[in-house]
């Protein structure tokens, strides 16, 4: 999947649907991206949301807080929190790394005390990969409901396409027009 979605440039209209035990929220999002170090993600809808942007610059990346007309820079600290409430973080989206390719996968320990199993997958970066992270861990269910799920359904997407590189600015990210 990763594979497929990536290309030189590329931009797009999607709904990332984000479901949890406790609630259920739909976002409409607009993304820009020109491989390999910008991507503008602007949300639509819903109302209390709209116009909240992010936008990465090589490894950095800043999120545009409309109601408070604020630019927030996200420091180091903060590249693994979850982007908007999903299971999406920060971090994926400035990566240049690649998930299968880059890291190596080793169950660490199941927990059976529980209805159903859950698995302690630990990741471990190969040497060469460009990643921060010395070791990520993952909690899995058996039966691979997740606690949270995130479903991006894409509506529109054109690849390899001219992208303006003024789109990928501070200014842009505050002023869409």
Do not use: C
């Amino acid at each position: 999947m990763e594979q497929l979605l990536w290309s030189d440039s590329s931009h797009g209209r999607s709904t990332m649907r984000i479901e949890s035990d406790y609630w259920t929220r739909e976002l409409q999002l607009e993304a820009w991206m020109d491989r390999p170090d910008h991507t503008l993600i602007r949300i639509h809808s819903p109302k209390k949301e709209a116009g909240v942007g992010s936008l990465r610059i090589g490894d950095a990346m800043w999120n545009y807080l409309p109601k408070v007309d604020r630019t927030i820079k996200i420091p180091p600290s903060m590249m693994l929190q979850p982007w908007m409430g999903s299971n999406f973080s920060n971090d994926d989206l400035v990566k240049e790394s690649s998930f299968v390719d880059d890291y190596t996968h080793e169950v660490a320990g199941v927990d059976d005390s529980g209805e159903v199993p859950v698995y302690r997958v630990v990741s471990t970066p190969r040497p060469d990969a460009p990643v921060v992270w010395s070791q990520l861990e993952f909690q899995i269910r058996a039966d691979a409901i997740p606690v949270s799920r995130t479903i991006i359904h894409i509506e529109s997407i054109e690849f390899d396409i001219p992208v303006d590189e003024a789109l990928f600015s501070l200014r842009r990210l505050r002023n869409p027009e």
